[in-house]
């Protein structure tokens, strides 16, 4: 951590030796690297390619640094460039969980009701996510790139409208509408799980 | 039954909210932003580099482009030079003999003109180049020799029926008919001896 911390610094300053703009750039990594890293990694789902997302996404600001006085509001600019890298790294076919891999719905419920373990809490707690995430595949692109965004804690339903470039009252509906899908396929497994 | 119901989409609910809210909680690794960092002054040195690259390329490619400008031109300036003879025959700078109207016209002396012969598909521009140096008159026009003026200066001189005398040519005496025999040597006994000697 010391070693890092070091050469944080020297490459702090070194940022700060390059050309006036870069320290902007350096602001923005500081106060929103978190944020567009867990952008990246709700549409991503894997933590190696949401760092390489996010790496590219500051690469993008970099390019243009030149116009960083003209954005107004940074987050929402930045988070909006996270989510269209993100995207196009998902759409480039990096490896994505298939609804048709691993254990299916009906399974990940079962293993999900019986792990009552503590040993088990952490499998479990990552069976979930699977489960989720294969729910909100499922959902049509408009429904689940909202459920996506909603999910980081960063980012309010205004902010979301902003980086998707819609009204803020069809965030909501969105979300009112993908919310209630993924119930009724959450009781089908219920369903499929008691009379099983 | 419409409780069950109701606990039914109550523990859907809870569920969902749980798992939603731990969809995106995940932290990334340690150093990310040191990482982003190092990777914006990578991206940056090698902008760097690439613009000073672009720079001697574009000083490299305006030398070759200047020396192959000068080679052309060299090149061009070698083959466009017309061959000397050429010019030296077709000049129309030379001065047309001074021919008295009542003189008889002397036969010419026909002058030979060396040329080599034009490289019309190798040299097209020296063709072109004697193409337009010709001159209008054909043939061309050269001066007396020392002996035509010797000549036209002897006919210019002397009396019209004179020369009409000297055109003549001198006839041959008149011989008798008996020296006329005994001149002529019977021919008619070579052949028999040519024939006996086969």
């Known amino acids: 951590m010391a070693g890092q911390a070091i050469l944080g610094e020297t490459v702090l300053k070194s940022a700060m030796a390059m050309e006036g703009t870069a320290l902007t750039v350096e602001a923005l990594v500081a106060d929103h690297s978190r944020m567009v890293f867990r952008i990246a990694y709700s549409i991503l789902r894997n933590h190696h390619d949401a760092e390489d997302a996010a790496q590219e996404c500051f690469l993008r600001v970099w390019k243009h640094k030149d116009r960083l006085h003209e954005v107004s509001n940074p987050k929402t600019w930045l988070a909006r460039i996270a989510w269209t890298t993100a995207l196009d790294k998902r759409r480039s076919g990096r490896k994505m969980v298939s609804l048709n891999d691993g254990e299916s719905g009906p399974e990940l419920m079962e293993s999900l009701s019986d792990s009552t373990l503590a040993a088990d809490e952490q499998v479990a707690g990552r069976q979930k996510l699977q489960l989720l995430q294969r729910l909100i595949a499922g959902l049509p692109d408009e429904l689940g790139q909202t459920v996506e965004l909603s999910t980081v804690q960063e980012l309010n339903s205004a902010e979301i409208a902003e980086v998707m470039k819609i009204p803020e009252g069809s965030v909501r509906t969105r979300l009112f509408r993908a919310r209630k899908q993924l119930k009724e396929k959450l009781a089908v497994l219920l369903e499929g799980k008691k009379h099983g | ?198």
Do not use: C
Request: net charge negative; aromatic share 4%; charged share 20%.
């Open chain 2, 1 to 198: 039954m419409a409780d069950q119901e109701k606990d039914k989409q109550m523990q859907i609910d809870d569920m969902l909210d749980s798992l939603l809210a731990n969809y995106s909680s995940a932290e990334p690794r340690p150093g990310l932003e040191t990482r982003i960092l190092a990777g914006l002054q990578g991206a940056a040195e090698n902008e760097s580099l690439a613009g000073w690259w672009n720079f001697k390329w574009l000083w490299a490619g305006a030398v070759a482009a200047a020396i192959i400008v000068a080679a052309v031109l060299i090149g061009g300036r070698h083959r466009i030079e017309p061959p000397k003879h050429v010019m030296a025959k077709t000049s129309s700078a030379i001065p047309e003999p001074a021919i008295q109207p009542h003189a008889p016209i002397a036969p010419k002396e026909t002058v030979r003109i060396y040329r080599r012969k034009s490289r019309a598909t190798k040299q097209p521009q020296n063709a072109a180049l004697a193409l337009s140096q010709r001159p209008t008159v054909f043939p061309t026009p050269t001066p007396l020799s020392e002996q035509e003026q010797l000549l036209l200066r002897y006919m210019t001189a002397t009396p019209r029926e004179e020369l009409i005398a000297q055109s003549h040519p001198d006839e041959p005496p008149v011989v008798g008919d008996q020296d006329q025999t005994e001149a002529i040597p019977d021919l008619t006994l070579i052949p028999q001896k040519l024939g006996n000697t086969r």
